[in-house]
């Protein structure tokens, strides 16, 4: 039995759980892209001024991916290992996109892994709001503060955009 098919989201019987399936398992896939992508930028940003706020960043990142996950659980949605595989190794390709240097990291790379997290967050508080306007038809959704993760995904994002100009200020030498 596929994964899609053990979903049982919504009884409502206009509503096909595969794609509710198929798209908690997308956003899961992300949510392991973001983790990977935020746990690399704060290793490579150690001793830095970026280093505490990727940190509470990539915190942030962990918690809100276990909270999809309990997502998945309530509605008894079965994470799909091959998108969550996927979503690791598309993370791990990422790293050799080119960034000015032969080897190792540079301030080019600080910036556009601020804007890539800056991208899936967006994505995360897409993800929150859908499913809040869900919650109301499920009771299994009930004790999710999906308001509460949303709100963690717009401060997310206003602390990425922050650090993404004084990123870019320090990568092409313009003020901050």
């Known amino acids: 039995m596929s994964f899609v098919r053990r979903a049982t989201l919504v009884c ?3 509503v096909d759980s595969r794609l ?3 798209y908690l398992n997308d956003h899961l896939a992300g949510a392991t892209v973001g983790l990977e992508l935020a746990r690399r930028a704060h290793g490579a ?3 830095t001024d970026f280093e505490a706020p ?3 960043l990539a915190d942030e990142i962990a918690d809100d991916r276990d909270a999809l996950v309990d997502v ?3 509605l008894g949605v079965a994470r799909d290992p ?4 996927a979503g690791w190794l598309a993370e ?3 790293r050799l996109k080119l960034n000015g240097r032969i080897a190792g ?3 080019l790379s600080r910036v556009v892994e601020l804007e890539a997290l800056g991208l899936g967050v967006e994505g995360k508080r897409a993800l929150w709001r859908a499913l809040a306007a869900e919650a109301a038809r499920d009771a299994r959704l009930e004790g999710v503060d999906l308001t509460a993760l949303g709100s963690r995904a717009e401060r997310q994002r206003r602390l990425i955009e922050r650090e993404r100009l004084r990123a870019a200020a320090l990568a092409f030498g313009t003020p901050s």
């Open 92 to 94: 791990k390709v990422g």
């Open 20 to 22: 509710i399936a198929i």
């Open 54 to 56: 990727l940190a509470r």
């Open 82 to 85: 091959v998108k969550v595989w």
């Open 45 to 47: 940003n150690r001793g």
């Open 105 to 107: 990291y540079s301030p």
């Open 12 to 14: 409502r019987p206009d």
């Open 72 to 74: 998945m659980v309530r």
